[in-house]
């Protein structure tokens, strides 16, 4: 069976909701950072057997198509548009990886991409022939009593604010104090992720509460963003002569939709028994912070090491364009893992309302 690596990966800025990006819908956001991707290793477009994209608020018309055709691709890659919320950017990569280890594709593009600037306005129409009802989300479990509104689902998980709002100022602070990002392919005049900034205790305490001690300050903003990137197999990889990251074990769950937050708990377990390793022996991990609530509760119930969470700052600290938020943990895993002396493995994770979740290690051959 071939071995799936990643030989590339780009991301665009991530802009929050109505900045830089606000004007670039998401399909010619995908459209970049695959060009960047196409560009670092040095491919053709006729390389590409297939664009897999998550996308989470576009209203269908599969954005992976005018994806694959605005980056140049060729009229026979289809693209294939997946819709699993939060957990879709990284879940579309671990899709490309299954191709590549059956043999049905060589070389895929896979990630997400979002525009909360340019997400469509959602009304449901009446059966009866009333006038159509606006709606901020779909339903996300059959059962109305667990199909929480995600800040109020944060709040359950009961993490008191002062430590969320500790958190949070630690996610800017790294994210502050990061060394450019080579992950990042400029666009519109962006190299960099905007919304960092240095957080007191006072600030933070005047956040605008959303749900008891969740705040508009401890919740990850609204963002645009896309990444890519190219996963083909081991064979390929050595005969171009580009460094790889190894695809490794991974898991794409289901748990109690009433508590998403918790969702990724179950997926992480699953790959480190996969892979017969301990939290300790992983050297860096890239977990979504949608929330700091969320992310507080999945590191004390998995004991994760916060010291090797995020290094460089996490969603909180840079914005949360849903689709492509798992995609990007998984492009920044890359770049650590083939810079010179960077670490040897990686985990990405990251959980999607509806009770989803999803983890997947990565590394160094």
Do not use: W
Request: net charge negative; proline share 10%.
């Amino acid at each position: 069976m071939p071995s799936a690596v990643l030989i590339a990966a780009r991301r665009t800025p991530v802009a929050p909701r109505g900045g830089a990006l606000a004007r670039i819908d998401a399909p010619e956001l995908a459209a970049h950072a695959a060009r960047a991707c196409l560009s670092d290793a040095g491919l053709a477009p006729d390389d590409i057997d297939e664009l897999i994209l998550a996308n989470a608020l576009g209203a269908g018309g599969n954005p992976a198509r005018i994806a694959a055709l605005a980056a140049g691709l060729p009229e026979r890659v289809g693209g294939l548009t997946i819709d699993r919320q939060c957990t879709g950017g990284l879940d579309a990569i671990l899709l490309a990886a299954a191709l590549i280890e059956s043999g049905h594709a060589t070389t895929v593009l896979a990630g997400g991409a979002e525009s909360f600037s340019r997400r469509p306005l959602r009304m449901a129409t009446d059966p009866d022939g009333g006038p159509p009802q606006p709606y901020l989300r779909p339903r996300f479990s059959s059962d109305p009593a667990h199909d929480p509104d995600m800040p109020e689902a944060a709040n359950a998980l009961a993490i008191p604010r002062a430590t969320q709002d500790g958190y949070t100022a630690e996610s800017h602070r790294k994210a502050l104090a990061a060394p450019p990002l080579p992950e990042i392919a400029p666009l519109a005049g962006l190299a960099a992720d905007p919304y960092a900034r240095t957080l007191s205790p006072r600030l933070l305490a005047r956040a605008k509460p959303l749900a008891g001690n969740i705040t508009a300050a401890n919740t990850a903003p609204e963002a645009d963003a896309a990444a890519l990137l190219l996963v083909t197999n081991e064979a390929r990889a050595q005969s171009l002569g580009l460094p790889c990251v190894h695809i490794g074990p991974s898991a794409m769950l289901g748990g109690d939709p009433s508590q998403p937050g918790l969702a990724p708990v179950a997926a992480i377990q699953a790959v480190l028994t996969k892979a017969n390793l301990a939290p300790e022996q992983i050297d860096q991990f890239e977990l979504m912070e949608a929330f700091a609530a969320q992310a507080l509760a999945t590191l004390n119930a998995t004991g994760l090491p916060e010291s090797r969470t995020n290094p460089q700052g996490g969603a909180l600290a840079r914005g949360h364009p849903i689709g492509a938020s798992g995609a990007i943990l998984a492009c920044r895993l890359f770049h650590a893992l083939t810079a010179p002396g960077g670490p040897s493995t990686g985990l990405a994770a990251i959980a999607a309302a509806g009770g989803l979740g999803s983890a997947a290690l990565f590394t160094r051959p």
